[in-house]
Each structure stands twice: as structure tokens, then as C-alpha cells.
């Protein structure tokens, strides 16, 4: 299905590396018009690049930094997206941290850090995005979440509860905006082969997800007719290493 997305306005958050990296590139190849934010100035800059080469029309990408854990600034990227595209149909809530430390052992800000991010920033970003899709008479939001939202491990209660709340909010917000035809869905990878966690690219990874594969099922989301809606996923390794 070419040009999926022609004349769609795209939002991919933490969309320099990773995950959201892969999806913007998906994206874009789908002919939308696409928006990434991220933290580090120089990692966006790297991607910016690397994406209008992919894409061979720079035009259609704008790359913000911005921190979504600021109501102001997630606005900013909302209103940014809609003033330079004229409008806003996708917003994949990607940006996310970890802090994987014993309770006793974490820190108030670490805490903060995971949760404002991880669940604080899908809500800003997501209620600034709604009145704009409800003016276009639909849209997708797709929340990336992890099987660590249903699989609590040690050292993980930050992530784990960020990540659960994240599928509860999603879970609700479906059932909210549904008749206004925006579909919501969330995306729990298993482990994937980022940075985001240790052995990304290192030897003995290749077991593990590639952020293009969670890009695939983001597009295949997309692609669904509107009658359906897939309102869950859960991709995983299909060969991870015997116990």
C-alpha cells in the first residue's frame, strides 16, 4: 500500500534514535509529512540528516528539540506541527527513559525523570494533539509502551509502573475518543536492540527486536481500515535465548 500516508501530518516523540527513529523513517516513507522531537541537540541533528536523505524531500520533516515533560513545550511541538503542515493526524508517543535501580536505592529525581517522560509526557503530548484531530475528523494516536507494563522485574519499579499506567491511560483514552474517529492503540515491544538498553548493538544481540520491526507494526496500525481497531500489541523476539 505506497503512499499510505500522502497530504498526513505526522508526530513521532523521541524520534531521533531507536524506535522512534525507525518509525519517522517508516513514515515518511509512506509519504506523510513528519515531526520528530528529542532531547539532545546533536543526535537530532543526526537524524534530521540521515532522514531527509531517506526521504529525499527535507520539506517534509521538521525536527524539534523539545522536552515533553514540560506542558508548554508539548504544546509547542502540537502548535509547531499544525502551523507548518496545516494540520495533525498521527502522534506516536515514543520518548521514554528508564532508571533500573532497587526502590531503596532510587533517587527522587530518577523517579520523577521515568514517570514525568514515560507517562506525564504521553498526557501532555496527547491532550494537546486531540482538539487538532478532532478538527481533521479522526486520526491515530499510538503510544509505544513495553511488556515490562505487564512483567514487573527487579530494579524495574520506575519503568514497570510507567509503563503500566501508560496501557491503563491508553486503555481509557480509547474508549474516549473512539466516536470522534481518532483510534488509539499501544504497542508493547519485548526486547529490542537499542541503546535504550545494554547490548544494543553488541554481539549476541541479533535475537532481539529491531526498531524496524516495531516501525512495521506502527504502519501496519495505519493501514488498518476504519471499521477495526487494533487497540493492542504485543510484539516479541520469536527466538529469544533458552533458559
Sequence with gaps: ??????????????????????????????????????????????????????????????????????????ERIIAAAVEKFGGLDVLVNNAGVGAFVNVADMTLDQWRLV????????????????????????????NISSLAGKNAFP???????????LNAFSEALMQEVRHDGIRVSYVMPGSVRTRFSSGGDEAGSEWKLAPEDVAQVVRDLLAHPDRSLPSRVEIRPSRPPRK
Design 1 to 74: 500500500m505506497p503512499d499510505l500516508l500522502t497530504s498526513k501530518t505526522a508526530i513521532v516523540t523521541g524520534g531521533s534514535r531507536g524506535i522512534g527513529l525507525a518509525v519517522a523513517e517508516c513514515l515518511l516513507a509512506e509519504g506523510a509529512s513528519v515531526v520528530i522531537t528529542g532531547l539532545n541537540e546533536k543526535h537530532l541533528r543526526t537524524a534530521e540528516g540521515a532522514l531527509a536523505g531517506a526521504s529525499k524531500e527535507g520539506s517534509r520533516l521538521l525536527a524539534l528539540r523539545a522536552d515533553v515533560r514540560d506542558p508548554a513545550e508539548a
Design 115 to 142: 514517570i514525568e517522560t514515560n507517562l506525564s509526557g504521553v498526557f501532555y503530548c496527547t491532550r494537546a494533539a486531540i482538539p487538532h484531530m478532532k478538527a481533521r475528523g479522526g486520526g491515530w494516536i499510538v
Design 155 to 165: 530494579g524495574g519499579a520506575a519503568y514497570c509502573a510507567s509503563k503500566a499506567g
